[in-house]
Nanobody, 126 residues
Framework: QVHLIESGGGLVQAGGSLTLSCAAS????????TGWFRQAPAKEREFVAA????????HYADSVKGRFTISRDGAENTVYLQMNSLKPEDTAVYYC???????????????????WGQGTQVTVSL
């Protein structure tokens, strides 16, 4: 059984940066891609970014393009989300998750993901 552990969240001022990490314990298959989602209070969980096992396929939500960068370290079995130019509307609990496949339809739909981490809080103040 694979477990995901997110870390790196915290409080940052608008315009600042944070890097989130998603570490997978256990053996993960090359058929899996990793996605980042976020959920703000009273809102649905939304797609942020996703990366395939080989890192050859990457997708971003329009709201974070140009500000966030997703990457992976295969040796460490860890996926990162570098977040720059943070805005108050980026405040949310951020989750990483695993999904089989790497098409844009598969990777951007939260219902396709079957393994989730516990989440890490990101708060961006004015």
């Amino acid at each position: 059984q694979v477990h995901l552990i997110e870390s790196g969240g915290g409080l940052v001022q608008a315009g600042g940066s944070l890097t989130l990490s998603c570490a997978a314990s256990g053996r993960t298959s090359s058929r899996y891609s990793t996605g980042w989602f976020r959920q703000a209070p009273a809102k649905e969980r939304e797609f942020v970014a996703a990366i395939s096992w080989s890192a050859g396929t990457i997708h971003y939500a329009d709201s974070v393009k140009g500000r966030f960068t997703i990457s992976r370290d295969g040796a460490e079995n860890t996926v990162y989300l570098q977040m720059n130019s943070l805005k108050p509307e980026d405040t949310a609990v951020y989750y990483c998750a695993l999904v089989r496949g790497f098409s844009i339809t598969t990777m951007t739909n939260r219902d396709n993901y079957d393994i989730w981490g516990q989440g890490t809080q990101v708060t961006v103040s004015l």
